[in-house]
């Protein structure tokens, strides 16, 4: 038997093949998904450290919040950006359009709302495609497993079989060879899911200890902001 991969796939029967194939495109979706979510991590990283540095010189400032309006605009790929806007936005609803301080409205309270809504928004969007490679971790070993037992239920059917060489051990080690194939195959695609899944949920974690602590900083600001306008507006 030729134990080359071209060697072993001639040798395979159709369950085996079809095992693999499974397997491969389960790969190959995984690795499509592990390019889209590094590119738009390593957009949200470098977008939100902008951000947040364009943010800190605003904030220093007491009573400038209303100048980060529309900030998260110019930095698209942020979700930190976004979190803060719209504290930013749900602020300014606190107060008319001169300036005076509306009426029974608890402006820390919607702020951290706002935020909370759009924090959640978020995360969700960070962890898109996760938990497809959740499963393709857990679910691709037993694929794997599952070619390998057609193959030796194979191979005792060959060895069985006195006209297919029945009785020899090379037909059973040839055959326990082919079904451990996809066995290997369906390791190798979990592992690879697997370091994917946990590199992601670590960037995702990252993010959201960065909105965490930047709107902590807004509702901070807020709460400055919002007693000294309407101690001006008293």
Known sequence: MNFTVMGLWSEMGIVARAVVIVLMAMS???LAIAVERVLTFRRARLASSEFAKVLAGLLVRPGNLAAARGIEEK?????VARVAGAGVA?????????????????????VVRAMERIRERELANLKRGLPLLATVSSSAPFVGLFGTVGGIITAFQKLADPAKGGGGIGTVSAGIAEALVTTAVGLGVAILAVWFYNFFNARVDELTVDMDETAS????T???DGRAQRGAGA
């Open 90 to 110: 749900e602020f300014d609803k606190a107060f008319d359009a001169a300036g005076a301080p509306v009426v029974s409205y608890d402006i820390v309270d919607a």
């Open 217 to 220: 900083e807004v509702v901070d």
């Open 222 to 224: 807020v709460i400055k």
């Open 75 to 79: 930095f698209p790929g942020s979700p």
């Open 28 to 30: 190959m979706y995984s």
